[in-house]
């Protein structure tokens, strides 16, 4: 009997991400321009490789480095700050 009903509870998951995945396609697709406005972009790579400028950001080494050491600057400040406020209870 746990089987049958396990077996049923399945089936109506599986018809509930069904229904819900495939959705009716428009019936008129969309009129499209016979010439583009602007012009088309290059092709992306296959397989969603990123292009190599991509995932890189605009800093060079110099300035990673202010970067960190302003960080640790930072935290030292809070250490300090946190030593204080110790000292004074």
């Not at 495939?22 to 406005?37: L, M, R, Y």
């Not at 080494?61 to 809070?78: D, F, L, N, Q």
């Amino acid at each position: 009997m746990k089987t049958i009903l396990a077996a049923i509870f399945a089936v109506l998951i599986g018809l509930a991400f069904i229904s819900s995945t495939f959705a009716q396609a428009p019936s008129a697709p969309p009129a499209t321009p016979a010439t583009p406005a602007t012009p088309a972009a290059p092709a992306a790579p296959a397989g969603g490789e990123m292009k190599k400028e991509e995932g890189k950001t605009n800093g060079t080494k110099a300035a990673k480095k202010a970067k960190k050491a302003k960080k640790a600057k930072k935290t030292e400040e809070k250490k300090m700050e946190e030593k204080k406020m110790e000292e004074k209870k």
